[in-house]
């Protein structure tokens, strides 16, 4: 057993100072004096939070979970916590079938380890977030259009322990069937990289969709005329909406509006590519170059492209940009993605029952520890 004492507690509806939160592989309680037996770990004042959970992220330094063998899911999974990262989604791109169908066999067996009690690797993997092949060639952004494909039920039916979010673009031919049936079989489904009007958008939320991929990118232009599909994932309280709080692909004007209009919907993500962390330079993207300079990633034509961002920095951005508490971006970043996913019963909070996924963070939220089923994985 053990207790983090003098540290700011975040849970779902405020900060709690002058407790003590107590664990071992789960959350034990919030008490006011820690267990007689507990290792006593000192905060020094710091916050304490539920682990951050990145449900997009396609790679960094150099790794593309694309691309990833095992090994290099693991040396990802070590490196996430660096970041506040306890459990993550790696996030493939549109690509032949076949070799998505080798992306989830080894996201599959990195889940299966990475679920054991005895872990030890770093960031616990829920699954994947296949961010295409179902997509629409008019809203692709650095994806491959050969590789685009009709929706095609079928296809998931034998990953559907593994892919816990697709993004589908609903207005392309055999969306809405492949919606239904996606949702039958337990998936996530979010539509993006897509140029469906609202009502297309509509139509696909009563098909089940939940969830928007990275809102306002690779989506038509919120219009007052034609408001699309970021008009109607605004209006609609069913929908979670990602995020990329980098200052780049959302103008920080906007995220005090997404805040006030998605307040328990919003999702920070990071979308961070495999240049992420590494040196300005141009870089391949399975096929695509892509130039990296300072913070922004865009295509050689100009457009703008994935993001460098982590998840620690979105916190700080968020908080920054839109004015509102830290333990409400927290939420962002934690509580509400393990909802959008269905992971909530184990995942996001700081509550009793649920996994002892925690981190340490300073006052400018900077990762001081980071804690995984109850393991301290990462020190500063």
Known sequence: ??????????????????????????????ASEPPEEAEIIDAKGCYVAPGLIDVHCHGFMGWDASRASVSDLKSMCAHQVRTGVTSWL???????????????????????????????????????????????????????EAYIQ?????????????????????????????????????????????????????????????????????????????????G????????????????????????PLMARLKLHRLVLITDSIQSAGLPDGVYDQLGVQIRMEGETC????????GSTLTMDKAVRNFV??????????????SLYPARAIGMDDRKGALQRGKDADILIADRHFNIRATFVGGACVYKA
């Open 150 to 230: 009709r929706p095609n039920p079928r296809r998931i039916k034998p990953w559907a322990n593994v892919i816990r979010l697709i993004t589908v673009a609903p207005e392309v031919d055999g969306a809405l069937e492949f919606i239904r049936a996606a949702k039958r079989l337990g998936i996530t489904v979010s539509m993006g990289h897509s140029d469906a009007t609202a009502e297309q958008a509509f139509a696909a939320i009563e098909a089940g969709v939940t969830h928007v991929t990275h809102t306002f990118n690779a989506m038509a232009p919120l219009n007052h005329h034609s408001p699309g599909l970021a």
């Open 90 to 144: 790696p996030t493939t791109l549109t690509l032949p079938w076949p070799e998505l169908e080798k992306c989830f066999a080894a996201i599959r067996e990195v889940m299966r380890e990475s679920a054991l009690p005895e872990w030890r690797g770093g960031a616990q993997v829920l699954g994947c977030h296949a961010e295409g092949p179902f997509i629409s060639p008019r809203r692709k952004g650095a994806q491959c």
């Open 1 to 30: 057993m053990k207790s983090i004492v003098n540290g700011r507690i975040l849970i779902p509806d405020g900060v709690i100072d002058q407790k003590v939160l107590t664990f071992d592989q789960r959350i034990a309680e919030i």
């Open 298 to 305: 865009r295509l050689m034509d100009g457009t703008i492209v």
């Open 232 to 255: 109607a994932a605004l209006n609609d309280d069913r929908v979670y909406c990602e995020l990329i709080a980098d200052g780049l692909h959302v103008s920080p004007l906007l995220l």
């Open 320 to 333: 920054r940009f839109s004015g509102i508490p830290v333990w409400r971006a927290v939420n962002m970043a």
